[in-house]
């Protein structure tokens, strides 16, 4: 076969084969580009569904923050009202007597609300600190093991009572108070950050 008969024949075969290469390279640049494109869109849903979860972990503690700082307000006036009543009745009768009932159910009631939003709390400090004042207050609403003291000096621990609830909750009250202005911080950051992303640069 001459070179001419040569060419004749190849030229065709080699300008398919050519085509076709191209076709399968431009065919696997799109598959990867198609395939890139698809990681980078799941690394973005994913990153955004990550800050969404941790956005509403925040909100919800933030929720149960500012709820358990009432609860505990709530625990320590009706602890205190309790420790009053004691003294106010040994004071005028010389002896303690039974609680009023709905005393008891309100610090039962309290009780069993700050419970729940104990064990909702991620910190684990802050998480001890309420139920170790829960217990103390709980403790000291049960005033039954002075009641054999002399006057004198059942009035004294019981009034040694009444400071020490006031004290144990000013310092949770400011543990507590931590973490919430945390919380808030990072709201009020989240929503700046937000802003500046929505309003052009050079605008206001």
Request: with cysteine.
């Amino acid at each position: 076969m001459d070179a001419a008969t040569w060419a004749a024949v190849v030229g065709p075969i080699t300008t398919l084969l050519g085509g076709l290469g191209g076709y399968w390279l431009a065919g696997r640049n799109d598959d990867a580009r198609d395939r890139r494109a698809a990681d980078r869109e799941a690394a973005a849903r994913r990153a955004a569904l990550a800050e969404r979860l941790e956005e509403d972990r925040h909100t919800f503690q933030r929720g149960t923050l500012l709820e358990l700082q009432d609860e505990l307000q709530k625990l320590a006036r009706t602890t205190t009202r309790i420790l009053l009543q004691d003294m106010k009745t040994l004071k005028e009768l010389g002896k303690l007597y039974q609680l009023p009932p709905e005393l008891n159910d309100e610090q039962f009631q309290i009780r069993v609300s700050v419970e729940r939003l104990q064990v909702r709390t991620l910190d684990a400090v802050l998480r001890q600190a309420v139920s170790d004042f829960l217990n103390l207050c709980i403790s000291l609403g049960r005033s039954g093991d002075v009641t054999e003291e002399p006057k004198e000096e059942a009035l004294n621990k019981l009034e040694r009572r009444l400071s020490l609830v006031g004290s144990r909750y000013f310092k949770l009250n400011e543990l507590l108070g931590e973490h919430l202005r945390r919380e808030l911080d990072r709201s009020y950051l989240a929503r700046g950050s937000a802003q500046n992303v929505a309003t052009p640069e050079g605008q206001t």
